[in-house]
Every structure is written in C-alpha cells, then in structure tokens.
T-cell receptor
Framework: DARVTQTPRDKVTEMGQEVTMRCQPI?????VFWYRQTMMQGLELLAY????????DSGMPKDRFSAEMPDATLATLKIQPSEPRDSAVYFC????????????FGSGTQLSVL | AQSVTQLDSHVSVSEGTPVLLRCNYS??????LFWYVQHPNKGLQLLLK??????LVKGINGFEAEFKKSETSFHLTKPSAHMSDAAEYFC????????????FGSGTRLSIRP
C-alpha cells in the first residue's frame, strides 16, 4: 500500500529549539501540502508545493517557519525557534495535480513545545 | 482504538437532487467529528464539526450532518446538490481532549451530473 510517511511521529521539545518535520510523499505524486491541526483552529493550510516549487505559503508564519522540498521524495517543515503556541499536530498530504485531485494524508507529527 | 470509514469512494448525483456522504467511526471515547471539503487544486476547508453539543450540525453551503451514537455514524447531507459541490470530502475523527488522535477518512469524491 502506497502511503505518505511522516517523521517523527511525536516530538517534545523546549521553547527556542529548532524542530524539523519530514514527509515522504507517495512516489509519483507532484503536490505536497502541509497542514496544522489544533483543537481551537481546526485544520490550517501552511504550505502547498507543486513539482517541488512552493505555490502558496501564505498560511505560514514566515519569521519562524520554513518549508522546502530538497527533492521529489522529501518535504521538510522547520520551525526555528519553536514556541509553545506551535504545539499541534502537523499533517503532510500528497497528491497528483490534475482535475479532481485526491489527497492522501500522512499520520501526522504531534509536536509539543514546552 | 479509533478509526473512521467513509463507505463510498465515489458518489455521483444529479444537480438538484439530495446528497448523502456516509461516514462511520469507531472510538473508545466521546469523539469530535469533522467534515472537510477539498475543491480541485485547493486546500481543505472545514464544512462543519461536532463536539458533543447538538447532534444535528449545520455547516456551510447548505450541508449538515447528524451524529448518531447508536449507529456510530456521522453522515453528511445536503437537500439539493449544486455543480459547485463537486469536490473531495473527508470525514475526520479526533479525541476531544487530545490533539494527538486525529484520523482522516479515505475521502469520498462527489460528482454532480448536469
């Protein structure tokens, strides 16, 4: 079964530390989304890549967050420095850009910033 | 253990007829339940959510869903489909007290026939 793989599954860190989350999209997919889920805000779109190029990162706090795709098999989301308000579950999703694109979600990274 | 099952991968209805997208869940605790919509090449949008208040939840764009504990279901309905409703719909279950247990259904693609 093809699946989107996210690592780490859980991350606990202290305020001010750098956090890097990784996502391996499904082979052949050319779109990648990063979402953040909190109970208060629901699901927020942080960044959207197509063919490794960022198309929309307007939902991402630029001063501390950065998202990249160094190659087609890896997407990263980095927070530096991390803050307690960043605590959430971060989801990666991948898909194939075409009409009626369907997304496949990873299992998420639970981030706790103390 | 928690799980969420969307019973139909694809639903096709005629414009003006009712829509029913089915979702069943399994949870050891009182869950929060969400429906999200994803339009082609767009991010996810929250349609509605259930968090242990009224069992009939009204969302945006005329959609509503009813939480039925006895049937462990949270089906999404709309009385009259519009062409603009064509999209992918995701049912999501999460533990109300923890952001770490969030599970996405596999999605249902809704097609609208003229």
């Amino acid at each position: 079964d093809a699946r989107v793989t996210q690592t780490p599954r859980d991350k606990v860190t202290e305020m001010g530390q750098e956090v890097t989350m990784r996502c391996q999209p499904i082979l052949g997919h050319n779109t990648v989304f990063w979402y953040r889920q909190t109970m208060m805000q629901g699901l927020e779109l942080l960044a959207y890549f197509r063919n490794r190029a960022p198309l929309d990162d307007s939902g991402m706090p630029k001063d501390r967050f950065s998202a990249e795709m160094p190659d087609a098999t890896l997407a990263t989301l980095k927070i530096q420095p991390s803050e307690p308000r960043d605590s959430a579950v971060y989801f990666c999703a991948s898909g194939l850009h075409r009409r009626n694109e369907k997304l496949f979600f990873g299992s998420g990274t639970q981030l706790s910033v103390l | 253990a928690q799980s969420v099952t969307q019973l139909d991968s694809h639903v096709s209805v005629s414009e003006g007829t009712p829509v029913l997208l089915r979702c069943n869940y399994s949870s050891s605790y009182s869950p929060s339940l969400f429906w999200y919509v994803q339009h082609p090449n767009k991010g996810l949008q929250l349609l509605l959510k259930y968090t242990s208040a009224a069992t009939l939840v009204k969302g945006i764009n005329g959609f509503e869903a009813e939480f039925k504990k006895s049937e462990t279901s949270f089906h999404l309905t709309k009385p009259s489909a519009h062409m603009s409703d064509a999209a992918e719909y995701f049912c999501v279950v999460s533990l109300y007290s923890s952001a770490s247990k969030i599970i996405f259904g596999s999605g249902t693609r809704l097609s609208i026939r003229p």
